[in-house]
């Protein structure tokens, strides 16, 4: 996920906009330059970012290469129905300018379109918290004080790249071109070069002996070590829906379908074959007790220590350079919420350089936080990848669920009664993953997400208070109650250990 792909566009929106249901404005006509190549890359882009070089290590602790390849599968079909979800709307609903926000909010009220707001910048501040964890990990190899990026010595360092960083973005830097064009080719050579030597330097006996995962391993097994993955296929598909948000801009409509399922099934085949061909290099027990980014581990494996250093130096030119987008995604996040009403106004505030201040302040200080807190967890890498997923799944199924009530109710379907059958299965696939992907990653996730959620709601109230209006109306009280009761829940279970960061 980038900056590109998130759809949030600060827009100004009519006062009556803000209780929920209302048309927003209708923007102007774009100007329609994007070509298949362009909305491909979007989608490439979007997703191809830090979490594919620790996959090795994620899938050994979990499973083989009979669960990894069921993992791919259910997670590549499920992203796959969220993608063509954001293509329907985006034509279905050309006047909802704020994404995955404006989906919520239109569709099921202003409180739930608040918690959108709230989880998708949830996800890029714990991205952003994953980047710098990373980013530690990957010097870790080199320098035994940062560890896995879970000593004070990384959490100082990662601290000094914080709000340097913040100091940067202060001054109104929000553009870097060259930089991008490093990133790009920094995060996609090492990967190729990779799939080349672990091809070459395949083993079939070792790929063999991990095929179950375990000896005698069931099929209850098998589901158990499907489950476990989950959560991270989340993370490494997240902004698949790049193309689709921009697709008023390409030349022609018909192009984002087939933007993004060339940039899915190339960043799909990617993924895939960086799990199953580190199968064939070592035994799932030394995958999973791999350093991350593991890749560079099971490079090191196959042609020595320069491997290593080859795929480290990639990780953090990449992993550093879209530190950058994701900063301004989570600012961005909150200041178009804050311009439809769902924010406290002085979120939206720029400073004399044209930054959004107060966005970047509360951003990053969540991400301090945030980071303080991984010398607690038990793998501060995967609590940050985990909880980063686990806080998307909510915006995503509240798009995926106005996708289903805008094809069930028939509405802007007159005359194409096969094309909302067609909306009307792949909103239910959608719909169906988001919510299955919530259901595995389990109370301990869930737990978490409410200490993000309910003190957040807070911005909510205060957004409210500023417009004369109720807090919450009708069934909110009930959301807002679940909040609350989770979140009283979270505090209990990390004081009496039944819950771990």
């Given at each position: 996920?980038?900056?590109?792909?998130?759809?949030?566009?600060?827009?100004?929106?009519?006062?009556?906009?803000?209780?929920?249901?209302?048309?927003?404005?209708?923007?102007?006509?774009?100007?329609?330059?994007?070509?298949?190549?362009?909305?491909?890359?979007?989608?490439?882009?979007?997703?191809?970012?830090?979490?594919?070089?620790?996959?090795?290590?994620?899938?050994?602790?979990?499973?083989?290469?009979?669960?990894?390849?069921?993992?791919?599968?259910?997670?590549?079909?499920?992203?796959?129905?969220?993608?063509?979800?954001?293509?329907?709307?985006?034509?279905?609903?050309?006047?909802?300018?704020?994404?995955?926000?404006?989906?919520?909010?239109?569709?099921?009220?202003?409180?739930?379109?608040?918690?959108?707001?709230?989880?998708?910048?949830?996800?890029?501040?714990?991205?952003?918290?994953?980047?710098?964890?990373?980013?530690?990990?990957?010097?870790?190899?080199?320098?035994?004080?940062?560890?896995?990026?879970?000593?004070?010595?990384?959490?100082?360092?990662?601290?000094?790249?914080?709000?340097?960083?913040?100091?940067?973005?202060?001054?109104?830097?929000?553009?870097?071109?060259?930089?991008?064009?490093?990133?790009?080719?920094?995060?996609?050579?090492?990967?190729?070069?990779?799939?080349?030597?672990?091809?070459?330097?395949?083993?079939?006996?070792?790929?063999?002996?991990?095929?179950?995962?375990?000896?005698?391993?069931?099929?209850?097994?098998?589901?158990?070590?499907?489950?476990?993955?989950?959560?991270?296929?989340?993370?490494?598909?997240?902004?698949?829906?790049?193309?689709?948000?921009?697709?008023?801009?390409?030349?022609?409509?018909?192009?984002?379908?087939?933007?993004?399922?060339?940039?899915?099934?190339?960043?799909?085949?990617?993924?895939?074959?960086?799990?199953?061909?580190s199968y064939g290099i070592l035994p799932r027990a030394q995958l999973a007790a791999l350093h991350?980014?593991?890749?560079a581990g099971v490079l090191e494996v196959a042609i020595g220590r320069p491997g290593a250093v080859?795929?480290?130096?990639?990780?953090?030119?990449?992993?550093?350079?879209?530190?950058?987008?994701?900063?301004?995604?989570?600012?961005?996040?909150?200041?178009?919420?804050?311009?439809?009403?769902?924010?406290?106004?002085?979120?939206?505030?720029?400073?004399?350089?044209?930054?959004?201040?107060?966005?970047?302040?509360?951003?990053?200080?969540?991400?301090?936080?945030?980071?303080?807190?991984?010398?607690?967890?038990?793998?501060?890498?995967?609590?940050?990848?985990?909880?980063?997923?686990?806080?998307?799944?909510?915006?995503?199924?509240?798009?995926?669920?106005?996708?289903?009530?805008?094809?069930?109710?028939?509405?802007?379907?007159?005359?194409?009664?096969?094309?909302?059958?067609?909306?009307?299965?792949?909103?239910?696939?959608a719909a169906l993953y988001a919510a299955g992907m919530l259901s595995a990653a389990g109370p301990?996730?869930?737990?978490?997400?409410?200490?993000?959620?309910?003190?957040?709601?807070?911005?909510?109230?205060?957004?409210?208070?500023?417009?004369?209006?109720?807090?919450?109306?009708?069934?909110?009280?009930?959301?807002?109650?679940?909040?609350?009761?989770?979140?009283?829940?979270?505090?209990?279970?990390?004081?009496?250990?039944?819950?771990?960061?």
């Amino acid at each position: 996920m980038t900056a590109l792909a998130s759809g949030i566009v600060p827009v100004d929106v009519p006062a009556a906009a803000l209780g929920g249901a209302e048309a927003l404005r209708t923007p102007p006509a774009p100007v329609r330059t994007l070509s298949l190549l362009s909305l491909t890359t979007l989608v490439v882009g979007s997703m191809v970012g830090g979490g594919i070089f620790s996959l090795p290590q994620a899938f050994g602790r979990s499973t083989g290469v009979v669960g990894g390849l069921i993992a791919w599968g259910v997670a590549g079909l499920g992203m796959l129905m969220l993608a063509r979800v954001f293509q329907t709307l985006s034509e279905r609903r050309p006047d909802l300018e704020t994404g995955i926000v404006a989906y919520a909010q239109v569709g099921f009220g202003a409180y739930p379109g608040f918690l959108s707001a709230l989880g998708y910048w949830a996800s890029a501040f714990l991205g952003l918290v994953t980047f710098l964890v990373l980013s530690q990990s990957t010097l870790g190899a080199f320098v035994p004080a940062l560890g896995e990026g879970d000593t004070p010595a990384s959490v100082a360092l990662a601290s000094v790249i914080l709000w340097g960083v913040h100091a940067l973005l202060l001054r109104g830097v929000k553009e870097a071109t060259t930089l991008n064009t490093v990133v790009t080719f920094a995060k996609i050579v090492p990967i190729v070069v990779f799939v080349a030597v672990v091809a070459v330097a395949f083993r079939p006996d070792i790929f063999v002996a991990n095929l179950m995962g375990a000896p005698e391993a069931g099929l209850a097994d098998l589901f158990g070590q499907v489950r476990g993955t989950m959560l991270v296929v989340v993370f490494v598909f997240l902004g698949i829906e790049g193309a689709s948000v921009y697709s008023r801009y390409a030349r022609r409509r018909e192009d984002v379908g087939r933007a993004t399922l060339l940039g899915f099934a190339g960043v799909l085949a990617l993924f895939m074959l960086v799990t199953v061909l580190s199968y064939g290099i070592l035994p799932r027990a030394q995958l999973a007790a791999l350093h991350n980014p593991s890749m560079a581990g099971v490079l090191e494996v196959a042609i020595g220590r320069p491997g290593a250093v080859f795929v480290s130096i990639g990780v953090l030119i990449s992993v550093l350079g879209a530190y950058l987008s994701w900063s301004l995604l989570a600012a961005e996040v909150l200041s178009a919420s804050a311009g439809t009403g769902l924010m406290p106004a002085f979120l939206a505030r720029q400073n004399a350089a044209g930054a959004p201040a107060a966005a970047l302040w509360l951003t990053n200080g969540a991400v301090f936080a945030v980071l303080v807190a991984t010398l607690a967890a038990e793998s501060a890498l995967r609590l940050a990848i985990e909880l980063t997923s686990a806080m998307s799944l909510v915006p995503y199924l509240l798009v995926a669920g106005y996708a289903l009530k805008l094809s069930v109710s028939g509405e802007g379907y007159d005359g194409a009664p096969a094309a909302r059958r067609r909306d009307l299965a792949v909103a239910a696939l959608a719909a169906l993953y988001a919510a299955g992907m919530l259901s595995a990653a389990g109370p301990k996730y869930w737990l978490l997400s409410a200490l993000i959620y309910t003190p957040g709601t807070l911005l909510f109230w205060m957004a409210r208070r500023e417009q004369g209006r109720q807090s919450f109306i009708g069934t909110e009280w009930i959301l807002a109650a679940l909040s609350l009761g989770a979140f009283v829940a979270a505090i209990l279970a990390l004081c009496d250990g039944s819950i771990r960061l």
